[in-house]
């Protein structure tokens, strides 16, 4: 059974850090691209960052561009979303989602096949 699972969101104030995980099981990991997605109350969903588990391409939506590094460790199955500078603009439900194969277009959401549950991040004044 496929399952991704993420943690690590919270309250943070303005200007502060906060990693997310995205914790894989039941597929192979190193076949698949990793996306990281939110969504903030009565906005549409959009993609944050993303990573190509076999050859760690990066792909990063340009309001968190320097702000937030996307990484993984393969040893155990895990997908990270380092985010500093926090702004209140971020706070939203952070999904990690998984595709299978090469992604055509990283941030749209119907690429991709699985999806996690979602961790709630909520940036403070």
């Known amino acids: 059974e496929v399952q991704l699972v993420e943690s690590g969101g919270g309250l943070v104030q303005a200007g502060g850090s906060l990693r997310l995980s995205c914790a894989a099981s039941?597929?192979?990991?190193?076949?698949?691209?990793i996306g990281w997605f939110r969504q903030a109350p009565g906005k549409e969903r959009e993609g944050v960052s993303c990573?190509?588990?076999?050859?760690?391409?990066?792909y990063y939506a340009d309001s968190v561009k320097g702000r937030f590094t996307i990484s993984s460790d393969n040893a155990k199955n895990t997908v990270y979303l380092q985010m500093n500078s926090l702004e209140r603009e971020d706070t939203a439900i952070y999904y990690c989602a998984a595709l299978s194969g090469q992604v055509n277009i990283w941030y749209a959401g119907y690429e991709y096949h699985y999806w996690g549950q979602g961790t709630h991040v909520t940036v403070s004044s």
């Open positions: 039941g597929f192979t990991f190193d076949d698949y691209v």
């Open positions: 990573i190509s588990i076999r050859d760690g391409r990066t």
